[in-house]
Structure formats: structure tokens, C-alpha cells
């Protein structure tokens, strides 16, 4: 019973709301009109009136209106074709994929998804805050927390600072390969008395001890000091900085887009870090960190795996496949922010069919570099985050990562639960746990060894 009320806090509560308990009831309210005000500004700007916006399902399966988590309910939906240019020429070798088909891919998802970063983004100053040698579990690390000054000159009312803990075990002789996470509130940063979501099941090492033991490190980024989880914030942060405190135009970049440019600035430091050895750099993260992972991965080749947790729509999960969470829920004031807002049109004059890209595309552009997808279990997890949708995504990006020459998961046909698909380039695994990577964190690793090594 404990899970399903999980379950249910996670699909309708969502985090946001859980980061934000600490707010008392008046800051939370003027947050959300001012939310609901950013929305409104989006929708104006975009043409679409109030009543033109359709509503998404309920993530709760005992509402009236609760999402489709049933196989034979699925629509008829047709996804395009990777490998065919929009002139409706085959793709037929790596070069054309490079410079061809690929930039096309990319652009759809800059001016219909995800947005598009900005020209002039200020640049960061990295400051080593302090070192230390310490223990996580039984495993000793060297930790250092940084900040990443954005240079705020131009419109000095916004500061942005990017909070950054990087570990690396203390026995280790070199440069080492790290993973770098989005890291909920309340977890590395911000212990509180909620368990972290993303961390090892009870009785199991943490997944930073699991990292650490393995000889490798991880980085843990706070997004929220990228860009804030909300609506509101979209006119703060790094968005609202280079806008200068103004509203977002329709194409312009969301968060996800942010967070993946805070990683890259990331990067941009442990380049700098003797420590880490940034020809092994992979990103995690769970559910809208998830997406966030997906998204950096997409758009930033120094990421070179991934570890996609449960992301969902919006992430790997078939957008045009109606089960689970639907581009309506999206487009609502509660994620919007998370994407462009031209996005918003997908639930009103237009729909999900007309999207030009989904998300095995998504998949493709992280092509050739080794991508793992993770999902819970149905009966934990809910089925709000569509495990199979996420695996179908998995599959139908397998010709372009044949087209390279790289490995596809080997299989069409939908795994048994906790059944890992780890031997191609794409990896699939739906543990039997609730809304975490956590468990699934040891198949990562063993799977990440063979590009890592021992
Ligand atoms: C909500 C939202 C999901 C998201 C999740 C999370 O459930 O609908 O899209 O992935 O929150 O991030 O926790």
C-alpha cells in the first residue's frame, strides 16, 4: 500500500512540489500564479486560448480520466523513419547521417521539443569552494564542491551559480572515469529525512559507494541552480538571465535544454580537473532528470554513456504511443517549463501525431555512443513513466546505431521484468523496483565495464 502511495504522490504530486515543501503556503501560492502567469504569457504568445488547451489524463488509474495503462487500448500510431531524409531519401551510409539527416533531426527537436540555447550565454567561472577527504559508506573519496559563476554583468538583478560536488576515490592512482548526475533536491546536497529517490535499495551500497568501489567517481549537479523546476522561474535562472528578466519567446530554450547546458559547463570544469578522465564521461539521472540526462547526452558528445532512469514522456518514452503520461500532461502549466513553448501546440491545435520527431530519435542523436534505458516495475512503479513505450524507443533507434556500426539491444520483442538487454549499444532493463535507478545501478556498471574496463 506504502508503494502505490508512492506511486501516486510521484505521478500527481511530482517533485516540484516535494522540493518546495520547505515554502511556507503564501510563497507556494504566489509561486504558482506566477507560474500560471508565465503559462498564460506562453499561451497568448503562441495564438492559443485558455479553453483551446486540452487536458492530459489522470496519473492516478482509479480517476475516471486515468491515463491508458492497458496494451490493447494503444493507438495505431506511425513513427518516422530515422533514416529517411524529410526529401524522402534513404539514408544510407554515416556521412549522410552526419551531415544530413541528423541536423534535420536536430533541428525539429530544437524548434518543436526542446527549444533552442540562446546565441550569447554568459560564460562560467569554476571556483573550487573546498576539498576534503571523507568517507561515503565505507569508501574514501576525495570530494571537492565547486561553484560555476555565470558572468552576470549584462543584467546583474539574476545570479546564476552552478552548485557542483565532485568525488573521486582516494586511492586512486590516476584520472578516473566518472558519472555524472542530476541529482534531486534533498539527496547529496540537501540531506533531509526523505530517502533519496536514485540511491541503492535498502541493505545494498549506495550507488556512489558502488561507484566508488569500482575505482570510478561520480559529479552530482543541483539543476535547480541551473534553472528552477517550475514555470515561474523560467524568467530567473540561465534562461531568464540572457532574456534579462523578460518571458521566453515560443522557441525559446526550456529547462531541460538548461540543464543539459549546465552539464556541458560541467564538463567544461573536469576538463580542467587532473582527477577525472573526460574520455569517460557518463550522465544518470531518474524521471525529469532523466529526461534532463537524454537530452544532455543528445546534444553534448563529450557525454560518452548513459543511464536514462524512468524519464518518461518528454524523455525515451514514444510520445505518440498513448499509454501513460501524454503530451497534454506536458504542455500543462505543472511541466511546460520543462520544454519550448512552442511545444504547447501539440496539445491544441495540433497533436502528438504531428510531431515531426519522437523520442527514438531522441535515442538516435546519443548514436553511436552507448546509451542504457532503465525502467521499475508496472506493479511499483505505476505505469505513468511507459516502460515499454521507453524499450519501443530503444528498438526502432537500433538502425541508426547498426547504420555505424554499433550493436542494437538484439531484440524486438518486449523482456520479462528484471531480464537485463545489456549486450549492444542500447541497453533495456526494467527492474523490479519502484521509481529509482537504484537498482539497476549494478547492471549499469557491469555493462558500463566494457567500455570502461577494469
Ligand atoms: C511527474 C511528471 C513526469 C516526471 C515525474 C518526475 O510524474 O508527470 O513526467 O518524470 O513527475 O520527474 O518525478
Known amino acids: 500500500m506504502r508503494s502505490i ?41 503562441l495564438g492559443i486560448a485558455a479553453d483551446q488547451l486540452r487536458k492530459g489524463p489522470s496519473g492516478n488509474p482509479k480517476d475516471p480520466n486515468a491515463a491508458n495503462s492497458s496494451e490493447e487500448k494503444v493507438n495505431k500510431y506511425i513513427l518516422p523513419d530515422p533514416l529517411v531524409l524529410k526529401n524522402g531519401q534513404k ?53 571537492k564542491t565547486l561553484k560555476g559563476i555565470v558572468d552576470n554583468s549584462a543584467y546583474p538583478a539574476i545570479r546564476v551559480e552552478i552548485s557542483l560536488i565532485l568525488a573521486t576515490p582516494l586511492a586512486a592512482k590516476g584520472a578516473v572515469p566518472v558519472v555524472i548526475e542530476f541529482s534531486f533536491p534533498r539527496s547529496q ?24 568501489s569500482r575505482g570510478w567517481g561520480y559529479a552530482v549537479i543541483a539543476p535547480a541552480s541551473i534553472q528552477a523546476d517550475n514555470g515561474a522561474g523560467l524568467t530567473h535562472g540561465i534562461i531568464g538571465l540572457v532574456n534579462k528578466g523578460a518571458h521566453r519567446k515560443p522557441e525559446d530554450w526550456g529547462a531541460l535544454r538548461a540543464w543539459g547546458w549546465g552539464a556541458s559547463r560541467v564538463i567544461d570544469y573536469l576538463e580542467t580537473d587532473k582527477d577525472v578522465d573526460t574520455k569517460k564521461l557518463a550522465i544518470e539521472g531518474l524521471s525529469r532528470y532523466g529526461k534532463a540526462a537524454a537530452v544532455a547526452m543528445a546534444f553534448e558528445p563529450r557525454i560518452a554513456l548513459g543511464f536514462i532512469g524512468s524519464s518518461g514522456a518528454g524523455g525515451v518514452k514514444l510520445l505518440k504511443r498513448v499509454f ?56 511499483v512503479e505505476g505505469q505513468w513513466g511507459d516502460a515499454k513505450g521507453m524499450f519501443l524507443a530503444a528498438v526502432h533507434a537500433g538502425p541508426v546505431y547498426r547504420l555505424l556500426g554499433k550493436k542494437d539491444m538484439g531484440t524486438t520483442e518486449y523482456p520479462l521484468l528484471g531480464m537485463p538487454l545489456i549486450d549492444g549499444d542500447i541497453a533495456y532493463r526494467q527492474h523490479a523496483g519502484g521509481h529509482s535507478t537504484g537498482p539497476n545501478w549494478s547492471t549499469w556498471i557491469a555493462w558500463a565495464s566494457r567500455y570502461w574496463g577494469l
Not at 190 to 207: C, F, L, R
Not at 349 to 357: F, H, Q, R, W, Y
Open 5 to 45: 502511495q508512492f506511486i501516486l504522490l510521484l505521478s500527481c504530486l511530482s517533485f516540484s512540489a516535494l522540493a518546495q515543501s520547505n515554502l511556507t503556503p503564501a510563497q507556494r501560492d504566489s509561486l504558482k500564479q506566477a507560474t500560471v502567469a508565465d503559462h498564460n504569457n506562453m499561451l497568448q504568445q
Open 324 to 379: 501513460g503520461e501524454q503530451v497534454e500532461n506536458l504542455a500543462s502549466s505543472g511541466a511546460y517549463h520543462w520544454f519550448s513553448g512552442t511545444f504547447i501546440k501539440y496539445a491544441s491545435k495540433l497533436t502528438a501525431d504531428d510531431l515531426p520527431v519522437d523520442a527514438h530519435q531522441l535515442v538516435a542523436l546519443c548514436a553511436p555512443r552507448p546509451i542504457f534505458i532503465s525502467a521499475g516495475s508496472p506493479e
Open 91 to 143: 539514408v544510407k551510409n554515416a556521412k549522410d547521417w552526419l551531415e544530413k539527416r541528423r541536423p534535420e533531426i536536430v533541428a525539429d527537436f530544437e524548434s518543436e521539443i526542446y527549444g533552442r540555447m540562446p546565441a550569447n550565454i554568459p560564460a562560467v567561472k569554476w571556483q573550487l569552494v573546498s576539498t576534503k577527504d571523507t568517507l561515503v559508506g565505507n569508501q574514501a573519496i576525495r570530494e
Open 189 to 212: 546536497f540537501n540531506p533531509g529525512n526523505v530517502q533519496a529517490i536514485g540511491m541503492g535499495s535498502a541493505g545494498e551500497p549506495t550507488w556512489q559507494e558502488q561507484l566508488i
